[in-house]
């Protein structure tokens, strides 16, 4: 641990360029079928987190995507109308509209996942499982600004 202490600012700079095209590179896998729909990477990210968390609502949605209500009610659209999702009213405040991947929206996304998959799993795979761990311990300490 000592060796980080003196990291240097071209290290970090590095660590930031490689997290860049980490990025870039997975999520340009699925561009070409996100492009057929008319979709971009607003599109991706609302279904990501619309899969993982099911019955998410518009405000926590805003708050995990951190956007305004504005820019979101435009993929929300183009989402709904394309019939990859759909929202139910909340049972308990009817003023609140959960969303969830319809069948087509599962689908869509499953297709796209697989894309980005074969890259984080050839990754992962060629990769001692002590790295995978600490890989991820500091991508959730980047996350959470520690």
């Known amino acids: 641990m000592k060796d980080l ?13 490689l997290l860049y095209y980490a990025y870039r590179e997975t999520f340009s896998d699925p561009k070409e079928i996100l492009s057929k729909k008319y979709f971009g990477p607003a599109h991706l990210r609302a279904l990501n987190l619309i899969e993982r968390n099911p019955g998410i609502n518009l405000g926590e949605l805003i708050f995990e995507l951190k956007v305004t209500k ?50 984080i799993f050839n990754a992962l795979k060629n990769s001692n499982s002590d790295s ?15």
């Not at 202490?5 to 360029?17: M, N, P, S, T």
């Not at 300490?141 to 520690?146: A, C, L, P």
């Open 70 to 119: 504005q820019s979101l009610n435009r993929v929300l659209r183009d989402l709904i109308k394309s019939k990859m999702i759909k929202q139910i009213q909340d049972e308990s405040d009817t003023r609140k509209k959960n969303l969830f991947l319809d069948k087509e929206g599962k689908e869509f996304f499953e297709i796209v996942y697989s894309t980005q998959k074969k890259r």
């Open 5 to 17: 202490l003196y990291l240097k600012d071209d290290q970090i700079k590095e660590f930031i360029q």
């Open 132 to 146: 995978v761990i600490k890989f991820k311990d500091v991508l959730k300490r980047i996350i959470n600004g520690k």
